[in-house]
């Protein structure tokens, strides 16, 4: 159970506004709070998709790899998110494994409630359409990132991402990023990361340290995106 100001929250969130009122109060009643420690597994891939996540404080780290473990997709979930969104009315699944990239709190949501109120209000499903094409549209950013040719230039590409998403308000990630997560982030070597991370160094526009990351000229990476991104 959540308690009246969890409520409120969930409420007032633009994943449930749109749900009539009869419909998240028998919602509410099936939804609960948990806290884990960093590091903590939240779901594994393949696993049952029975449960959403709407994250109350802290990051959370979703990965994929291939048949042959060679290749990984990796993302990261904001607090304030709700997730996984892919495989909504249909995925039995989870086709990703999330994980706590801090202290981590947070709400589950059954799936199949979620998705059965959410049939019977236009307005919801709308936002749902929203969110899948806002998620698709950052997915093809960081699509077009992979195959730019320079090894370097994916590098730069990566941290602008990661500046836009996660630095409109503030100037480090809000987690700690080694150099081989960055590395897998970027397509390319840890070597080529470090040799980029030097060079932006020496140039004042970041700042690392015990793998915080913190942009000093947020403007040299968010010039790569518009306002309205």
């Known amino acids: 159970m959540i308690d009246k100001d969890q409520y409120q929250f969930i409420r007032n969130h633009p994943a449930f506004e749109r749900l ?12 609960h709070f948990r ?39 990796i993302d990261y979930i904001k607090e304030g998110a709700v997730f ?6 249909y995925e039995k699944n989870y086709h990703h494994t999330a994980s706590a ?8 949501i059954p799936v ?9 209000s236009s307005d919801q499903l709308i936002f749902l ?3 899948l094409s806002q998620i698709l549209s950052f997915q093809e950013l960081r699509l077009m990132n992979v195959v730019v040719a320079s090894a370097t230039e994916r590098v ?11 630095c409109q308000e503030r100037d480090d990630i809000p987690f700690p990023l080694s150099m081989k997560e960055l590395a897998k982030l970027g397509a390319t070597t840890r070597e080529t990361v470090n040799q980029v991370l030097k060079k932006l160094l020496e140039e004042g ?11 000093l000229d947020k403007e040299a990476f968010l010039k790569y995106f518009s306002p309205l991104d």
Not at 20 to 26: A, M
Not at 48 to 70: A, H, M, N, P, W
Not at 112 to 120: G, I, Q
Not at 205 to 215: D, M, P
């Open 20 to 31: 009539p009122v009869e419909y998240l109060d028998k919602l509410a009643t099936e939804i």
């Open 35 to 73: 806290k884990i420690p960093k590091g903590q597994i939240i779901f594994f891939e393949g696993d049952r998709r029975d449960r959403l996540f709407l994250i109350y404080k802290g990051y959370v780290r979703i990965e994929q790899y291939d048949q042959t473990d060679s290749f990984s997709y």
């Open 84 to 89: 996984p969104y892919g495989g909504l009315f």
């Open 101 to 108: 990239m801090t202290n981590l709190e947070y709400f589950t």
């Open 112 to 120: 199949d409630l979620f998705e059965k109120y959410s049939r019977h």
């Open 129 to 131: 359409a929203q969110a």
């Open 156 to 166: 730069i590409q990566t941290l602008s991402v990661l500046c836009r998403d996660f």
């Open 205 to 215: 526009k970041i700042a690392y340290e015990h793998k915080i990351l913190t942009f």
